[in-house]
């Protein structure tokens, strides 16, 4: 038994030095799966080079940011919808809405999403969602595909009590960060964490965003790594009155059922 962590950006250039190393350590914290997300073509096929070379411990998604929804044309789907046949790629995504940033012009964010939505439905594939300031857009998209899609998950989940519970109540899972270490910003999300039922809880590092701000010691530099999964995880339990075993337990359990892993 070990630890998923459902959001890795592997790819991402603070890792070209020490890859390894960092891979190194997240099996010495017990990490058994990173899932390396894919946010538009060419990452996602980066992604999927990485679980190829590192079958082991990774797999991965294949899919648009919103903030790239501005570039994608017809090609891309057909791109996307090849990577998606590719057995280490686990889920669409990621893909959403975001209205924090806007990126991409809104209308298109939405069309985007929906496309992917559809190929999500037509390949029976789980989805790996991002959203910020946009829910109630996000929900009622949501409505529409839920039951044409196998499950979803609102992943690095940072909104509102009312947002989690629509979320929940469309039967949609929930992806929790270090955000929750955030003594700052962290403590409304970490007083949530209880109203997620186990089996819809997942937890990532998104890695090498969001690191935990409480480590102590600080590592030196500002990256975060899978490897601090397991203090993640620690406030988290702590927070729902569970042990850490406990929350392994179920959350690896989902995790694997979620994504279809072996």
Known sequence: MGWVDIGVNLSNKQFNADR???????RQAK????ILTGTDIGESQQVLALSKQYPDLCV???GVHPHD????VAEDLETLRGLLAEPEVVAVGECGLDYNRDFSPRP?????LEQ???L??????PVFLHERDASDDLLAILARWRDKIPNAVVHCFTGSEQALKSYLDLDLHIGITGWVCDERRGQELLSMTPLIPAGRLMLETDAPYLIP??????????RNEPCYLPHIASRVAAERGETLDSLLAHTEKTSRTFFKLS
């Not at 929804?69 to 994608?72: G, Y």
């Not at 298109?108 to 985007?112: A, C, K, L």
């Open 213 to 222: 701000r409480d480590l102590k010691p600080k590592p030196k530099s500002r």
């Open 120 to 125: 999500a439905a037509e390949l029976n594939m």
């Open 60 to 62: 991965s998604t294949a």
């Open 20 to 26: 390894e190393q960092v891979l190194a350590r997240a």
């Open 108 to 112: 298109v964010q939405r069309d985007v």
């Open 31 to 34: 990490i058994d799966t990173l």
């Open 116 to 118: 992917q939505l559809a």
């Open 69 to 72: 929804a501005k570039s994608f």
